[in-house]
């Protein structure tokens, strides 16, 4: 290579990497300073930072598309990398990206919100922590890193969610929630002892090189691919370990907004950035494939019942996560990462925007159509979208169960049509859920390049059966929930799926137990009448 363009590279790599640097410099600064004008300074500093991160990644990205349009050495920007440590592909760029982005929004949010508030001063550094962390954990190619900024997440993220600690529900549930890290972070660590003793490296590159010069599996992957798989279960709070995260809504607005629009999502990004060491389909995907699937079930037919909107989020997160972790189980990893992507703008906004989403909600809503009209529609646009997946089947990677659900969201779509709608509004409204399907094959056109493909992947029949049955299992139980709300049964069913089907009780009884004991405080609370997120101790 050409000593300036090597040159060029490198510096901006070195960047790329100084970056999250700075922002750990500017975390601890931040942190020391007492006066109020410098501290200001470093909240606009701070979203400088994240705007550069931003900016160097999207140089990274394009650098990376140059590389590819060429024909040169397509492994020339990662072995440049190597050099700093870096792991510079399209999942880092995507990720890196959206991280920053992600995090400068809730900084420029959170610097109004926070104004005159006494938890203000700890908030930054904390969030600034937690950001560089993250940043750190996708761009490293090294796993002990990697495996450090896991935990370096977690523990600043603590310290957001007891940023008022006065609130002792708040500590419960932030304490609960370190319970559940801790046991994530040994099963992370164990994984990659156990990718250590099959690969003989903690090198990433390298793990990826070996994989695609061997076959068959062993034993140490077998382990660490269960144990990453149960970090990614504990880490996207899929039942029955889900809990603390109905419970951790006593944090600020910004916390809420980066836990759920990112930090919830690094077991989904854990995967996308291991599987290529793994040999196929192995026990750790049907571990993803059974729970996420059975969380998502669950969890989208809880938040249909749900009155609370920061309530319903939740358990939209929940979902979220256990649909992206049953995509990874199928192996559609380009689908799981445009879903960690879409669900964290998503969610992000969501958050921010909970209060004036609260107001709308008071509002008068608009009449919903008649059953038979629903229906009418629904079919549909179900069918055409159907009818188009049958004729360019590539659109869900040929997988039947993905092209079910997509024409599930499209059938639920046109479902939402209000009724007194003109004819022309209705047949406009039912043409854009029906372009769900073609923005979906466009967005996975774009990121699908960013996806190493893995050679000779096939899920097992009793993978794809159990996925069948789980996607039949939610349409059956949704069409129940919206269409059968005047018999007995539904209404018990609803009652029920309104608490959860109580999954989460004993796993939640035993941190509980072990956060009070942890706090010296009572490890009994009751809920406060319609106020959901309000706890107080049993007299």
Request: net charge positive.
């Amino acid at each position: 290579m050409n000593p300036v363009a090597e040159f060029s590279l490198l510096s901006i790599l070195a960047i790329w990497l100084l970056l999250p640097v700075g922002l750990f410099l500017l975390a601890g600064l931040s942190g020391w300073l007492k006066n109020p004008l410098k501290v200001n300074h470093c909240w606009r500093m701070a979203r400088w930072l994240l705007l550069a991160s931003m900016a160097s990644s999207i140089l990274v990205g394009m650098l990376l598309l140059i590389q590819s349009r060429i024909g040169g050495d397509s492994n020339t920007l990662v072995t440049l990398g190597g050099q700093f440590g870096l792991y510079p592909d399209g999942i880092a760029v995507w990720m890196s990206t959206m991280v920053a982005f992600i995090g400068w929004v809730i900084l420029r949010f959170a610097d109004n919100y926070l104004s005159q508030d006494p938890g203000r001063d700890r908030f930054l550094p904390w969030f600034l922590v937690t950001v560089a962390s993250v940043l750190v954990l996708v761009f490293t190619n090294h796993l002990l890193i990697l495996a450090g900024a896991w935990i370096g997440v977690s523990l600043a993220l603590h310290h957001l969610l007891t940023l008022y600690p006065d609130r002792p529900q708040a500590r419960m549930a932030a304490v609960q929630k370190f319970i559940v890290s801790r046991v994530a972070d040994a099963l992370v660590v164990s994984g990659v002892v156990a990718l250590y003793f099959q690969y003989g490296t903690f090198y990433l590159p390298e793990m990826v090189q070996s994989e695609a010069a061997r076959s068959g599996g062993s034993t140490a992957l077998t382990v660490a691919s269960v144990a990453l798989a149960l970090a990614a279960v504990l880490k996207c709070a899929q039942i029955p370990f889900h809990g603390w995260l109905i419970r951790v809504m006593e944090a600020p607005t910004p916390v809420s907004a980066l836990l759920h629009a990112g930090v919830i999502n690094l077991g989904g990004f854990l995967w996308l950035r291991l599987f290529p060491v793994f040999d196929g389909f192995t026990a750790g995907h049907m571990i993803l494939l059974v729970i996420g699937g059975l969380t998502a079930v669950v969890a989208v037919l809880t938040m249909m019942t749900q009155y609370s909107v920061k309530h319903s989020l939740a358990w939209s997160t929940c979902a979220q996560m256990g649909f992206m972790l049953f995509e990874i189980g199928m192996g559609a990893y380009t689908l799981a990462l445009l879903h960690l992507l879409a669900h964290s703008l998503y969610k992000a906004h969501s958050f921010l925007a909970s209060g004036r989403t609260v107001a709308v909600s008071a509002a008068t809503r608009f009449p919903e159509s008649p059953s038979a009209s629903r229906l009418l529609w629904a079919g549909s646009t179900g069918l055409l979208a159907a009818a188009i997946l049958v004729q360019f089947p590539g659109i869900v990677e040929n997988n039947a169960v993905f092209g079910a659900l997509l024409v599930l969201a499209v059938a639920a779509a046109a479902m939402g049509i209000p009724a007194g709608a003109t004819a022309r509004v209705k047949l406009r409204l039912a043409a854009l859920a029906v372009l769900l399907v073609p923005l979906y094959a466009l967005l996975h056109l774009l990121i699908g390049p960013a996806v190493p493909v893995q050679e000779g992947f096939a899920a097992p029949g009793v993978a794809v059966f159990t996925g069948a049955v789980l996607v039949s299992l939610l349409a059956v139980c949704s069409f129940l929930i919206v269409f059968g709300a005047h018999f007995r049964a539904t209404r018990a069913l609803s009652a029920h799926f309104r608490q959860g089907l109580y999954l989460e009780l004993p796993f939640d009884r035993l941190t509980r137990s072990l956060a009070a004991e942890a706090l010296k405080v009572p490890a009994m609370f009751r809920r406060v009448p319609h106020h959901p997120f309000r706890l107080e101790e049993r007299s």
